[in-house]
């Protein structure tokens, strides 16, 4: 058994490879021995310390569990198949594969409408990363909080965001979630506590970190009954900002009851993961600052709700924050102003095959939860729902010009206001001399 100070045993950095064959940049740390807790399991401990240091430590935890493999389904006993050995019910089962489903059908359409010139700007699609926002927001309530990035549109989506809003967002329009002002990459909903997408990568990682302290704020300090739980979702490329250490640190320190969810798609952008970071196992990352650090197939829509669970379990027992990192792949170029030639296509072609509502729709098949009539009503719910948002955003209003300054400073006798309590922008002599928009 490992004790509390023994040292842990060093992984050395993989040299950079490509990702077209069959293996994980992981696998080489499935061979650690393992446990009965999920996966595959190495206790990372605290070194051996000079006797002098060692008392800053006694009340640090000693023991961190990182891992380092996916979630293993339940094996029966025997070859009848039982609710016990499933991992979902009938009902969570068709939960998931609708929320997939919307994802991927709102993407798909999203795409046809930016060619169509219905969008402008920069769109960035979700496509092959579904099981991630569904595995884990699905999991919360409506009080918990998401924080997302430049790729938004799903997560929205899974929290509850109508489509018709979202898609008016994207469409510039006034009943947009953000009545028109945000646009694809700047999601933002209090009804649902979706506190935005971010476009600089980063930086809706403090913003996260403040949610979740206002959490354990309102419990400890205030004395309310309040177990929100907040996600911050960001990609690889993210983690080399500082932004992210930072609030790593903070989070630990304070015990917050936040989970930063890493969505490492292999690439940042152009930018292969392996080329840009010294060691790409960035789940190692979370036991460095004294909290568990989870790797989890994020093509696998089970795999990643099992390790969710564990995640906002935690994070509302007040036991603290957890890194998860979600090995995934977008079947997409970073946005659809990408062509997306940096890639190898042997490299795309191979984790298609992995498509995770494909794999979610094996299982539920295999296992008797559903008929292909049950998914294929789903489906054709999905196809009338996203045309019936199509048809409200090409409907709705643009937003006014007057409602351009708002929502934009904080003090109404500001540039925005003039003295005599009107909008600026209300001036007909407003825009003079410069480009009518």
């Not at 960035?124 to 790729?151: C, M, P």
């Not at 080399?240 to 917050?256: I, T, V």
Request: with cysteine; charged share 25%.
């Amino acid at each position: 058994m490992v004790t509390s100070l023994s040292a842990p045993k060093i992984i050395q950095p993989l040299n950079i490879r490509s990702y077209s064959n069959e293996r994980s940049h992981f696998d080489h740390v499935r061979s650690l021995p393992t446990t009965s807790f999920l996966g595959s399991v190495q206790k990372l401990c605290l070194s051996k310390l000079p006797n002098s240091n060692l008392n800053q430590f006694r009340s640090v935890s000693t023991s961190v569990n990182a891992v380092s493999e996916v979630v293993r389904e339940k094996k029966p006993k025997s070859s009848a198949i039982s609710a016990s050995n499933l991992l979902i019910t009938k009902e969570e089962g068709l939960v998931l594969y609708e929320d997939m489903i919307l994802g991927r059908v709102f993407e798909d359409m999203c795409a046809q409408m930016y060619y169509r010139g219905k969008m402008f700007g920069f769109v960035h699609l979700y496509n092959g990363q579904e099981a991630v926002s569904t595995g884990f927001i699905k999991l919360l309530t409506q009080k918990d909080s998401v924080v997302s990035t430049y790729r938004d549109h799903v997560h929205a989506l899974s929290k509850g965001v109508p489509p018709r809003q979202v898609m008016a967002e994207l469409f510039g329009k006034a009943t947009g979630c953000c009545r028109g002002q945000g646009g694809s990459m700047h999601m933002f909903s209090k009804e649902h506590n979706v506190l935005g997408g971010f476009a600089f990568i980063g930086e809706g990682i403090p913003v996260a970190t403040g949610a979740a302290f206002t959490s354990k704020y309102k419990r400890e300090a205030l004395g309310e009954n309040c177990d929100d739980v907040t996600i911050a979702f960001f990609g690889d490329g993210t983690c080399n900002n500082g932004q992210f250490y930072e609030c790593l640190n903070m989070a630990a320190l304070w015990k917050l009851p936040i989970i930063f969810v890493v969505e490492n798609n292999l690439w940042a952008i152009g930018m292969s993961h392996l080329r840009a970071t010294s060691d790409p196992e960035i789940w190692k990352k979370g036991p460095a600052f004294g909290m568990p650090g989870f790797h989890v197939d994020g093509m696998d829509v089970l795999k990643v709700r099992e390790v969710a669970k564990e995640a906002v379990g935690r994070a509302r027992r007040g036991e603290g924050p957890t890194l998860v990192e979600c090995e995934t792949y977008r079947f997409r170029g970073h946005s659809l102003a990408d062509p997306d030639e940096l890639r190898d296509p042997a490299e795309k072609a191979h984790y298609s095959t992995r498509d995770p509502i494909v794999a979610l729709k094996k299982y539920i098949m295999e296992h008797n939860l559903a008929t292909e009539a049950d998914l294929k009503a789903i489906e054709k719910k999905i196809d009338e729902l996203i045309e019936e948002a199509v048809e409200f955003a090409e409907e709705s209003p643009a937003p006014l010009r007057t409602q351009l300054l708002e929502n934009v400073f904080a003090d109404p006798k500001g540039f925005g206001i003039g003295p005599d309590g009107k909008y600026r922008c209300e001036d007909p002599k407003f825009t003079e001399g410069t480009a009518q928009v």
